[in-house]
């Protein structure tokens, strides 16, 4: 019995996803580099035909991580006040999995980015990497400057120097493989601004 249109559409968009969320864990796991399409199959419980069947390739499906990253700034910008949704970013990015239980995008992002593995140009976030910083985070350092969370400046500016400062804590930490992240450390970035 053929499957009706609704059906098809339904069970292509859920192999998507299974193919989108077996490679986040790999890549986030084991690096972009590192994983292999048939890494990417194995994982999803899928053959590797099928994985071309939805992507061209290994950086195509690194680049749609597009949703994924606007689910997570949904999450980010929900907290009941902008200095947790600050603590969450970086949780989200700098802790390990077995600490969040989460494979952030942004994290695999950055590393393919510090490796070399993409360009700015290429990451299909909704804005410029360079200026996600000021886009994502200044509304909400504005937010707790008028809360009286954070010291006063432009909240663009402080937006830009947290983004940098995860940014570049999650470049250490993948070029000095030991190197870790806790929280204590992100306390200490959130202390920064307030």
């Known amino acids: 019995m053929a499957m009706s249109p609704e059906r098809r559409a339904k069970v292509s968009a859920e192999k998507h996803e299974m193919i989108q969320n077996a490679a986040l864990q790999l890549f986030d796991r084991k ?9 990417i199959a194995e994982c999803a419980g899928i053959s590797k035909g099928l994985v071309y069947k939805y ?12 949703t994924a990253i606007d ?11 902008p200095k947790e949704s600050l603590r969450i970013s970086a949780q989200r990015v700098l802790l390990s999995y077995e600490k969040t239980k989460y494979h952030a995008p942004m994290r695999v992002l950055i590393a393919c980015y510090a490796q070399g593995d993409i360009s700015s140009e290429e990451i299909s976030t909704a804005y410029s990497f360079e200026d996600y910083g000021r886009i994502q985070y200044g509304p909400i350092f504005r937010k707790g400057q008028e809360l009286g969370e954070f010291r006063t400046g432009d909240p663009e500016e402080m937006g ?7 940014i570049g804590y999650a470049v250490q ?21 307030c």
């Open 160 to 166: 830009d120097i947290f983004w940098h400062i995860i």
């Open 173 to 193: 930490m993948i070029h000095m493989h030991n190197k870790k992240c806790t929280e204590k450390t992100i306390e200490e970035i959130l202390d920064l601004f």
């Open 31 to 39: 690096g972009y580099k590192a994983t292999t399409i048939s890494d």
């Open 55 to 66: 992507f061209k390739s290994k950086k195509d499906i690194l680049l749609s991580f597009q």
């Open 71 to 81: 689910e997570c700034g949904a999450v980010i910008e929900a907290q009941e006040t």
